[in-house]
């Protein structure tokens, strides 16, 4: 049968080419691999190789010809003893239709559905426990639950943890399960994803998120990416955690909030707690779940003390925002170590006869935007706290997300209060400057309020 | 050590060699099919072809086991024909439609089977190696007794996190087999010119890993090596590398023009070594096959591969919904 060879395209943005040289002519034989053509681009000359056997019977275009179309038929190729005649009609290729664009998001419904049972029932026996002890115990209570659950990292079996989160880990579940590396993110992050992939549920602690930035790849290509480019095969159950954001005192490459970061990747999902019953709620759940979970812990709340429900099995689910504080006159939105300033800002606003709610979004994806939203119609203003950067921020995102779908709500403009856009400075004076503060809160307070 | 030489007789029975022949043949006519699709701007962006490589990814099927992994680079097609993966749903992936593996999500680069333990197809070079070793991690966790394979090229083989898997698998004893497929250019860029050394299994030796380098035209050295090393990691010693010499006969993608090379060179390894010649001209001179039976093969599997080129062509686009799914699990 006789078949057409057509112009074809050498890159994926080829849309036409000079044939610059035929290299057969007609009543050549040809077989697969063979060169037929060079054929130029904007960008290269490259060779045209045959892909079939047969004669050449007839050669369409001319070499030299400039602007030639991809998909024009350029030579008619015909098994022995057959005639260029017996070709019918070239069939136009036809060109998949365009989809059609997405329809723009509407309005938002007026009154948002928002979950506000309490964390755990009244009258629950509550004990203080540290935020380093609850995570432990989530993970641990897990890996109970669970023998495909395993921590790695550097220094979380024999040092017992470089802040000692996984304090008598190894004893209890031995060295097949609480596994030191070496130092090399890039390498175990990516090592644990694919451990992850064939079955396993890993828990990567990095020593802090600054390290993560090694591993990056692995964590937003390889983890976050997978389920959707398998069109829902694998994915990576797993959970990538250790502490985010400043320290105290250790300058700019330890001390940076990457909640904006990773909140952006779909794929992920993002945890950011600020209590201790959050933290180990959070993480039975980051365990569980069947996807990356980036966990953010922070080294100064490691040590601080909190109510946690003293029952079984306690979890928190995912993009469901905690309420601390009901208020009228503003809505103050901040999670991790930012509910520290948001909270005491709004202890001193009592003070003044500003009346704030603070509401601890938990999860930065997901997101419970209809409680903020549920909290600002009430409100009509909103100030984010936050420890990262001014630019791209999580508190950013927020005020787009309000605007879109509270505007007629708002009686002042939203405020994010954010780190300073500087790297983090090493002077105490200078670093008390550059992290977000509570007088700052309270100034954007009083600003959206007008007092 | 110097690589081994193509085995001129062999002990292989006929249906064995018989396979491999099937084997690379479909590989090479797949891809020449895939060329000439995207050719006709029915596959999009980047598709790295496979040819002169076959006996590789062959090679070491034949050595491979039931629930055995294998995990690669964004240059996977052959490997995912090689392990029983359907034709038509890879070529319907090359042209993004609904019937491909990742329902047209994931293109050439991205393809995956949990059926057949092909964990991808992966577009960031060197990634694979750490989840390849990952793969091992889980099997050695459940002591199941399986061997992942781990493919990369001799350009992958530049970056660090090979290195800081090389260290990992070896403390950790991982049943890992590492296979270098050495198609001696990294895109564009010679070995000669992109790595300080002229074996790069040798670079193994560092962590303490056993290496070998291996005919890659040669399918029966590919499977003898791979024998040895699915026997190493199978026995509990922990990562082999296979470094495994090989050619490819197309550019690096569609849109490369290798110019960096001679013509001549490309023909002379194509007259040569190909490793589908090689297995052709065993089973003629060992009276294992007629011309006739071999023209009846090649027939076979070109209407194979006609028939995954009309699927890829008629299987519908995703629908539009298929936009949001499989984010989450």
């Known amino acids: ?451 | 050590m110097a690589a081994r030489k193509t085995t001129k007789q062999t002990n292989a029975s006929a249906e064995e060699l018989k396979a491999y022949y099937k084997d690379m043949l479909l590989i090479r006519r797949f891809e020449e099919k895939a060329g000439q699709l995207y050719g006709m701007g029915l596959i999009g962006g980047f598709c790295h072809l496979y040819i002169g490589q076959e006996a590789v990814v062959v090679g070491l099927e034949a050595a491979a086991e039931e629930g055995d992994k294998r995990i690669t680079s964004y240059r996977d097609h052959g490997h995912m024909l090689a392990c029983g993966m359907d034709p038509n749903g890879v070529m319907a992936e090359l042209t993004g439609r609904e019937g491909g593996y990742s329902k047209g999500k994931g293109g050439s680069m991205h393809m995956f089977s949990k059926e057949k333990h092909f964990y991808g197809g992966h577009g960031i070079v060197a990634a694979q190696v750490p989840l390849g070793a990952g793969l091992a991690f889980a099997d050695k966790y459940k002591d199941n007794g399986r061997v992942s394979f781990t493919y990369f090229g001799d350009g992958a083989a530049n970056q660090g996190q090979v290195y800081e898997t090389f260290n990992m698998a070896a403390l950790w004893g991982l049943p890992c087999i590492f296979v270098i497929e050495n198609n001696q250019y990294a895109m564009g860029t010679s070995q000669q010119r992109s790595t300080s050394s002229a074996e790069i299994y040798e670079r193994g030796l560092a962590f303490g890993i056993k290496g070998e380098a291996v005919d890659g035209m040669d399918v029966l050295a590919v499977k003898a090596a791979g024998e040895t090393a699915v026997a190493h990691c199978r026995a509990g010693k922990g990562p082999y590398i296979l470094e495994i010499k090989t050619y490819r006969y197309r550019g690096h993608s569609m849109s490369d023009p290798a110019k960096y090379r001679t013509r001549e060179e490309v023909q002379k390894m194509r007259d040569e070594r190909d490793p589908i010649e090689q297995v052709r001209e065993l089973l003629l001179t060992g009276k294992h096959a007629t011309e006739d039976d071999l023209k009846a093969i090649d027939k076979d599997i070109k209407a194979v591969v006609n028939a995954s080129a009309e699927f890829a062509k008629n299987s519908p686009e995703p629908a539009l919904e298929e936009l949001w799914t499989d984010i989450y699990a």
């Open chain 1, 1 to 451: 049968m006789a078949t057409e060879i057509l112009m074809p395209a050498l890159s994926p943005t080829m849309e036409e080419g000079t044939l610059a040289k035929w290299l057969v002519k007609e009543g050549d034989t040809v077989k697969s691999g063979d060169i037929m053509a060079e054929i130029e681009t904007d960008k290269a000359t490259m060779e045209f190789e045959a892909t079939d056997e047969g004669v050449i019977g007839k050669i369409l275009i001319a070499e030299g010809t400039e602007g030639v179309k991809v998909n024009v038929a350029i030579a008619i190729l015909v098994e022995d003893g057959e005639s260029v005649d017996d070709i019918a009609a070239p069939a136009p290729v036809a060109a998949a239709p365009a989809p059609a664009a997405a329809a723009p998001v509407t309005e938002a419904p007026a009154a948002p559905q928002v979950d506000e049972t309490p964390d755990w029932p009244e009258g629950t026996k509550l004990k203080q426990q540290t935020v380093r002890e609850a995570l432990r115990d989530g993970m641990s209570e897990e890996m109970r639950a669970n023998d495909d659950v395993f921590l790695m990292g550097e220094e979380v079996a024999e040092y017992q943890g470089a802040y000692k989160i996984s304090q008598g880990m190894l004893d209890e579940f031995g060295s097949r399960r609480v596994i030191d590396t070496p130092i090399t993110e890039h390498g175990f992050a990516g090592i644990a994803t694919g451990a992850a992939f064939g079955g396993l549920r890993p828990i990567v602690e990095f020593m802090t998120f600054n390290f993560a930035m090694q591993a990056i790849d692995h964590i937003i290509n390889s983890a976050a990416k997978t389920l959707y480019m398998s069109g829902g095969q694998m994915g990576a159950p797993m959970v990538f955690r250790g502490p985010n954001g400043a320290a105290a005192r250790v300058g700019a490459q330890h001390s940076q909030d990457y909640a904006a970061w990773y909140m952006q990747v779909p794929g992920l999902k993002v945890a950011m707690p600020y209590s201790a019953s959050d933290a180990k709620g959070l993480m039975k759940t980051a365990i569980r779940d069947d996807n990356p979970v980036i966990f953010l812990e922070n080294e100064i709340l490691y040590g601080q003390s909190f109510d946690v429900p003293d029952i079984d099995d306690y979890t928190v689910p995912f993009g469901k925002a905690r309420i601390w504080r009901t208020g009228t006159d503003v809505t103050i939105v901040s999670f991790g170590i930012g509910m520290k300033y948001a909270l005491e800002a709004a202890d001193k606003l009592a003070e003044d006869g500003i009346s704030a709610e603070v509401i601890d979004l938990r999860t930065l994806r997901p997101m419970d935007a209809p409680a903020i939203i549920k909290s600002v119609m009430k409100t009509n203003r909103c100030v984010t706290v936050e420890e990262g950067w001014p630019q791209g921020s999580v508190g950013s995102y927020i005020s787009s997300v309000i605007m879109q779908e509270a505007f007629d709500y708002l009686d002042a403009p939203v405020i994010n209060c954010t780190g300073k856009d500087v790297p983090m400075p090493y002077a105490a004076n200078l670093e008390r400057h550059a992290l977000i503060t509570t007088d700052e809160v309270i100034a954007a307070v009083k600003q959206v309020t007008y007092k």
